[in-house]
């Protein structure tokens, strides 16, 4: 892990690290669990969406474990930074989220049963930590492509904001917000449960189950990242 000291505050464009205009490092051509591209375009009939719910590691197989998941990929999105390295991104002066691209099949796997899968598998009342994970980087999220997804994961948070409130929870924190840049994190993050069954996996939810309102009237529209 990075143990230099890192901001607990998101940078601005004018605080934040500089970037690259391009990765330093290439992706490998397959998931080593589903077999498909991790970084092919989203294929025809099929959705995408950008989860951070703390260590990237564990989220990811999280999701590749699912039903109907054509691909998943570890990166980094929501932060300002072009084409960041890990280290930098620990360093909380990019401010990106560790998140996981998931592409899927929506005739199979529902977007409302993916944010079930989310707000179940972590704590969301957490703010700039996950656990013993602490630092902007692990913050929850979800960055969406379509208005449909955006509308259901905001009626979905106000929901289960409501179950966790009834138990004497905290406040939900999930940004929630249209997807913007997502860049690729080094080959030996992705699929790293899979490649290190013993790895690290420090996710863990609250215990309450997440009720998920009925989709509002389907508009699978792109969105447009504010």
């Known amino acids: 892990m990075w143990f230099k000291k890192k ?10 690290l500089p970037g690259r205009a391009a990765r330093l490092f290439a992706i490998a051509p397959g998931h080593v669990v589903l077999g498909n591209p991790l970084d092919a375009p989203c294929p025809d009939g099929m959705e995408e969406v950008y989860f951070g719910m703390g260590c ?8 590749w474990e699912q039903s109907g998941i054509w691909t998943t ?37 529902s977007f409302a049963e993916l944010l079930k899968v989310f707000f179940e598998s972590h704590d969301p009342t957490q703010g700039m930590r996950q656990g ?7 913050r929850s999220a979800i960055y969406t492509t379509t208005e449909a997804q955006y509308a259901l994961a905001k009626a979905t948070a106000e929901a289960y904001g409501k179950a966790l409130a009834a138990v004497g929870s905290g406040v939900i924190t999930t940004e929630i917000l249209p997807a ?16 290190n069954p013993w790895g690290y996996c420090g996710l863990q939810g609250t215990g309450i189950s997440c009720p ?10 792109p969105m447009t990242a504010a």
């Open 73 to 109: 990929a570890v990166g980094y999105a929501g932060g300002v930074t072009p084409n960041p390295t890990y280290e930098e991104v620990c360093t909380g002066r990019t401010g990106h989220n560790e998140v996981v691209r998931v592409v899927y099949d929506p005739a199979v796997v």
């Open 132 to 138: 013993n994970d602490v630092g902007t980087q692990y």
């Open 212 to 221: 998920v309102p009925e989709p509002a009237a389907s508009r699978t529209e």
């Open 7 to 16: 901001s607990m505050e998101l940078p601005s464009v004018e605080t934040a």
């Open 180 to 195: 913007g840049p997502f860049y690729y994190a080094e080959d030996e993050h992705q699929q790293y449960l899979a490649k």
């Open 56 to 63: 990237f590691w564990g989220a990811e197989r999280r999701f």
